[in-house]
């Protein structure tokens, strides 16, 4: 099988990518609050890769370490599976989704209790060529008629 034909794309990647090229990555179930990983995916978004894994390196954020290997993975899938080069591509999507919370119980003054919410989250990142990214903000968007 080439890297252009493809016999069947799953779901996440028609909702993400459609039929253009590129790639992506997620992590599901991340130990880290969804507030606080979206404090970083906002600050990679839309940069090139090599730029936003140097960002990431360098980011005093906990969740930076987490977002850094999914990313790293997205550029990985996009080398081995459609055949792109690592220079060209920029962080076209990244979301983070709220996952399911654990909850817990802290023991509190006089035989009380407090719940202790321990959130998680789904990291995705998209890894598109920037000529693919520039060509969609190039297109105007269709606005449904009332």
């Known amino acids: 099988m080439s890297t252009t034909e493809r016999r069947r794309t799953s779901a996440r990647r028609e909702t993400l990518l459609g039929d ?6 997620s992590a599901r179930y991340a130990r880290i609050t969804p507030m606080k990983a979206r404090r970083v995916v906002d600050m990679v978004r839309g940069l090139p ?27 990985a899938n996009a080398e081995l599976t459609e055949g792109l080069e690592r220079g060209d591509l920029v962080v076209s999507v990244a979301q983070v989704d709220e996952g399911p ?14 719940r202790i919410n321990k959130r998680t989250s789904h990291i995705t990142l998209v890894v598109q060529p920037a000529d693919v990214v520039a060509e969609k903000k190039a297109t105007p968007k269709k606005r449904k008629s009332a």
Do not use: I, N
């Open 101 to 114: 919370t654990m909850k817990r119980w802290r023991p509190r003054a006089q035989g009380r209790a407090t």
């Open 49 to 75: 890769v090599d730029e936003a894994l140097s960002l990431l390196q360098f980011a005093p954020q906990s969740a930076s370490e987490t977002v850094y290997k999914v990313l790293e993975s997205a550029v």
């Open 20 to 25: 253009q090229p590129g790639a992506f990555a």
